[in-house]
Nanobody
Framework: QVQLVESGGGLVQAGDSLRLACAAS????????MGWFRQAPGKEREFVVA????????SYADSVKGRFTISRDNAKNTVYLQMNSLKPEDTAVYYC???????????WGQGTQVTVSS
């Protein structure tokens, strides 16, 4: 199973940008569809974005379209989430997750906190 570690979270003001990273170990990242999810206080975890194994296709939640960009560097075993024009409602713990072919998102990182002040 792949191990995932997120980094890059922090406290920013509305309108600022952050770049999250998710470093994988234990398995080759190119074997997995990768996704980012988030969970705000008192809310259920929600899907943010996913990227195919090659990086050729992505899928975004409507709430982040046009502001967030996912990318991956399989050679570095790392997935990134560039977040621009951040809003207070983006405040959450952000998790990256890996999905093997034909499976579910079954490997998760520990999460990184993103807090956006108004």
């Amino acid at each position: 199973q792949v191990q995932l570690v997120e980094s890059g979270g922090g406290l920013v003001q509305a309108g600022d940008s952050l770049r999250l990273a998710c470093a994988a170990s234990g398995r080759t990242l190119s074997s997995y569809v990768m996704g980012w999810f988030r969970q705000a206080p008192g809310k259920e975890r929600e899907f943010v974005v996913a990227i195919t194994r090659s990086g050729g296709s992505t899928s975004y939640a409507d709430s982040v379209k046009g502001r967030f960009t996912i990318s991956r560097d399989n050679a570095k075993n790392t997935v990134y989430l560039q977040m621009n024009s951040l809003k207070p409602e983006d405040t959450a713990v952000y998790y990256c997750a890996a999905r093997p072919v034909g499976g579910d998102f079954s490997s998760w990182g520990q999460g990184t906190q993103v807090t956006v002040s108004s």
